[in-house]
């Protein structure tokens, strides 16, 4: 699933509205794997309750490891 979006700044609403805009273009079934950066725009509250109410499993490196 692929989606992007552009803003002048990092704040959250630029993920979610890269994620809504792959959603609707791909609807995924519950238990796509998201794989994320350690950036506070993924790791903001809004933007995991979205993915959970999606069923997207989360997957995240540690500091240092792409």
Do not use: F, I
């Amino acid at each position: 699933m692929v989606g992007w979006s552009l803003d002048a700044t990092l704040a959250t609403t630029l993920p979610m509205r890269a994620l809504e805009a792959a959603v609707r273009r791909r609807r995924p079934e519950p238990g796509l794997l998201h794989h994320l950066g350690r950036g506070c725009q993924y790791t903001s509250a809004d933007y995991r309750r979205a993915l959970a109410r999606l069923g997207v499993t989360v997957s995240m490196s540690r500091k240092g490891n792409c």
